[in-house]
Nanobody, 117 residues
Framework: VQLQASGGGLVQAGGSLRLACAAS????????MGWFRQAPGKEREFVAR????????YYADSVKGRFTISRDNAKNMVYLQMNSLQHEDTAVYYC???????????WGQGTQVTVSS
């Protein structure tokens, strides 16, 4: 599966952004999908994950209650709605797919999110 993320940008603290990830490939609906992020000088970290049907979701504690992951299997799209953004959310966000254990085999190119304080 190939992934193309979009929707990043500059937003003030407290604001919202919606990231989108377009996936190509026939295996999209058979794969959990997720988002990771990497802030400057920090390691890449898990943000959120959604199950194949969209019914199960998982979040990092740092974003729980503020971010919502969803998917539309008919459109091969995954979304990350980000509300109440904080400066600490500034990072490059990556769409991921095809998990094997804790490893994700497919990564998108990343989209920059910058939150001004």
């Amino acid at each position: 599966v190939q992934l193309q993320a979009s929707g990043g940008g500059l937003v003030q603290a407290g604001g919202s952004l919606r990231l989108a990830c377009a996936a190509s490939g026939r295996t999209f609906s058979s794969s959990d999908m997720g988002w990771f992020r990497q802030a400057p000088g920090k390691e890449r970290e898990f943000v959120a994950r959604v199950g194949k049907s969209g019914g199960s979701t998982y979040y990092a504690d740092s974003v729980k209650g503020r971010f919502t992951i969803s998917r539309d299997n008919a459109k091969n799209m995954v979304y990350l709605q980000m509300n109440s953004l904080q400066h600490e959310d500034t990072a490059v966000y990556y769409c991921v797919a095809d998990p094997v254990g804790r490893r994700w085999n497919a990564w998108g190119q990343g989209t920059q999110v910058t939150v001004s304080s």
